[in-house]
């Protein structure tokens, strides 16, 4: 009979959302020995992000322990002794490959059994393979996934060991955008190749993505868009040597990049809670249909209050600020206390050669540009406005500085009424910074 271990609380995921999570139990006086964060990977929760920005740039590369959870916020980095200190199980290498909720049980590939009474689903998400779908040649040597640190292990020996040579990267979402850039710093030839019209279709509109294709394309980036990877040719090793475009066309490659989306890891609790849009539904404080479990990041699905529809955010700063919302939740129903209920302002960012951009509210309705959005321009600075019923109700702003940037997070919360699209792309930034 394989051990049993029980804790008050068990975190299943070792993520982002499992780090902050972990932190507020702290700060929230959680006793040692209560609780357990149980995650498939090696290390300790760390900053996702970092893995895309910073750790693959080979001249200036972050490393861990530097981006360990909370160095994204400016907290205290959490080591591993961090956990010990605290009294905090941390037990990594470990899957767990089915839950119990009824019986509230967990049990790992190699049989371990874990017992909880309040259990907090912080799987994450998986990313998306294009052998998913068949694509003939797609388990070739060097096709990359950057999902993980031993991703982004792989990824970094493979661009130095084909330095100079060529990378495809397929997918024109962030993780297309933030590597190319990457890529391109490191000296290797790249293309981006994607089926939209244009770049990051979900949020940029054709006057935004223009400005990042041109920039792009002045950095010496081949853009190839509306066709997809249909196959990989490879050499005798088995390394990936061309892509087969769907349109006919072939491009060479020694590394490819494939950033085609995620989607939330529930399979664990399926036909055990209540889903909702491809993901685990659950309240204002991220409790599911069932009272003592919780779901938290990627994959919960959670009454977005200020747009009164419920929604699934996949974002850093959402995976944060859920895991904390959630801790609170519990150990105020602990102390027959309440808390107000989750109240999030959409919030998504990136960074990539020396551009930074910042969106927040929603990006329905009617839009207007304003700004320099020149790619030659030596310092552009631009941004959009969308308006929906006659109010403005997101704002994005590239190149902005932190007081910019909290104008059109204050702008995007309070949605103030505007007279017409004209006044907006007149007054353009000022109309958030007078606010």
Known sequence: MAEEK???????????????????????????????????EQVPPYERPALSKGYIHLENKATLPNFYVAAGSGGERQFPQWYKEKGIELILGTEIVKADLAAKTLVSGTGQ?????????????????????????ADAKNIFYLRELEDADYLAYAMETKEKGKA?????GYIGLELSAALKANNLEVTMVYPEPWCMPRLFTAGIASFYEGYYANKGI?????TVASGFSTNSNGE???????DGRTLEAD????????RPIISLFKGQVEEEKGALQTDGFFKTSLPDVYAIGDVATFPMKLYNEMRRVEHVDHARKSAEQAVKAIKAAEEGNSIPEYDYLPYFYSRAFDLSWQFYGDNVGESVLFGDN??????????????????????????????????????ARAQPSVES???????????????
Do not use: C, H, M
Request: hydrophobic content about 40%; charged content about 20%; aromatic content about 10%.
């Open 6 to 40: 029980s804790f008050k609380y068990v975190i299943v995921g070792g993520g982002v959302s499992a780090g902050y999570a972990a932190r507020e139990f702290f700060k929230q006086g959680v006793k040692p020995g209560e609780l357990a964060i149980i995650s498939r």
């Open 113 to 137: 059994v874990f017992k909880y009474q309040t259990l907090l689903a912080a799987t994450g998400s998986s990313v998306i393979r294009l052998s998913d779908f068949g694509v003939p040649g």
């Open 168 to 172: 495809v990267v397929v997918g024109g």
């Open 222 to 226: 081949n853009i190839v868009k509306g």
């Open 240 to 246: 990936v040597t061309e892509v087969k475009l769907k």
């Open 255 to 262: 590394i490819v990049i494939v950033g085609v989306g995620g």
């Open 374 to 411: 020149d790619p030659k321009s030596p310092k552009p600075k631009f941004g959009s406005y969308w308006i929906k019923e006659g109010k403005v109700v997101g704002a994005f702003l590239e190149g902005g500085t932190p007081e910019e940037n909290n104008a059109i997070a204050k702008l």
């Open 421 to 435: 699209l004209e006044v907006l792309s007149k007054e353009g930034l000022s109309f958030a910074t007078k606010i």
